[in-house]
């Protein structure tokens, strides 16, 4: 279990004002510090969206028309966000409030989360009818699921809150490669790429989400340790791996003599990190074909006696061929 990561200094000060503080008291604060922030009542949203046809869950969005186009989501869009059973705006707030997560939001995101922007929204149509919404900016979803994750890795979460956890790492591995505003911006229709950051989002989703699954089994490193004699490093793993990896892995994956191989690797250089894996920017079909690959490349190892063996098995099982098409060399020469 990681060491619990309490707040200090002044914002450990703000944690335990912001504790002392009764109901009322935090509204008349809240109501007060959102008028100095957002002014009384003149920010009406320009734009509307929504996450639920791309993602799957209802949750309304807006662009405001300040000077810096904020990206807002209502308190019940944070609530569904986050993954919270029947999500609303009370929802969150009681969530943002609980002990095992205020304490890693820190003082400067509490009052954030306190001061919610109220905006006006005009719904389209002969009567032109206003309606009041509160809600956040976007960047406070990553705030928030910064600290249900801190609050996870310090053993603060019941069992039942596992899943928050695992949303709120998806959630923030996504949003910080495809940025949460730009999303909010495109699915309220007021980025004129929208549908290609919708994309770009929705494969970061499926990126980290799929980085919680082991594609590669343990055993298949273990048996290369064995079978060509490499030393384990105290951190990471042989440069070696890295060959072994394209060329008895990627290169033949589905039969496609390196192709496969080569538009997830482009995919990535577009699209990814420096830190990013090649398997995250497969397809479905493509984790697929890899999860079968490995399986047969680390029963072939298994079985195997000695590196000549085992590449032997290789050449014939893996490429039909008598020898390897990249001369069985682990060396990157």
């Known amino acids: 279990m990681s060491k619990e990561k309490v707040p200090t200094g002044r914002a450990k000060g703000g944690v335990a004002r912001a504790k002392a503080l009764t109901p009322e008291k935090k509204q008349e604060i809240a109501r007060k510090g959102a008028l100095a922030r957002w002014g009384n009542g003149q920010l009406k949203a320009t734009h509307k969206g929504n996450f639920e046809v ?21 308190q019940r869009s944070m609530a569904a966000a986050l993954g919270l059973s029947s999500p609303s705006g009370t929802d969150f707030e009681r969530f943002v409030n609980r002990k095992s997560i205020s304490k890693y939001l820190g003082a400067g995101v509490l009052e954030k989360a306190m001061q919610p922007i109220e905006f006006k929204w005009v719904y389209p149509g002969a009567k ?12 406070l979803l990553i705030d928030v699921c910064n600290a249900v994750r801190a609050a996870h890795e310090a053993g603060e979460l019941i069992s039942t809150q596992l899943k928050l956890a695992r949303q709120a790492s998806v959630v923030i591995g996504a949003s910080a490669k495809a940025g949460i505003q730009g999303l909010v911006y495109a699915l309220a229709g007021y980025d004129r790429t929208k549908e290609d950051v919708i994309a770009a989002y929705k494969m970061y989703v499926a990126a980290e989400a799929r980085e919680y699954e082991k594609e590669f089994s343990p055993e298949l490193y273990e048996q290369w340790y064995r079978l060509y004699g490499l030393t384990k490093p105290e951190r990471g793993r042989p440069w070696e791996f890295r060959y072994l990896t394209i060329d008895h892995i990627y290169k033949p994956l589905a039969r496609s003599n390196g192709k496969v191989f080569s538009l997830a690797k482009s995919s990535k250089q577009e699209n990814g990190e420096k830190g990013d894996k090649i398997h995250q920017f497969l397809s479905e079909v493509g984790v697929k074909a890899l999860r079968t690959q490995v399986g047969k490349i680390t029963g072939i190892a298994i079985v195997s006696e000695t590196r000549e063996e085992y590449e032997r098995y290789i050449a014939e099982k893996v490429f039909g061929q008598k020898s390897l098409p990249f001369g069985g060399d682990a060396d990157p020469a």
């Open 54 to 74: 791309h993602f799957g869950f209802d949750a309304e969005c807006y662009v405001l028309n300040d000077a810096n186009k904020t990206a807002v989501m209502t």
């Open 128 to 139: 032109q009818s206003a309606v009041t919404i509160k809600g956040y900016s976007a960047d």
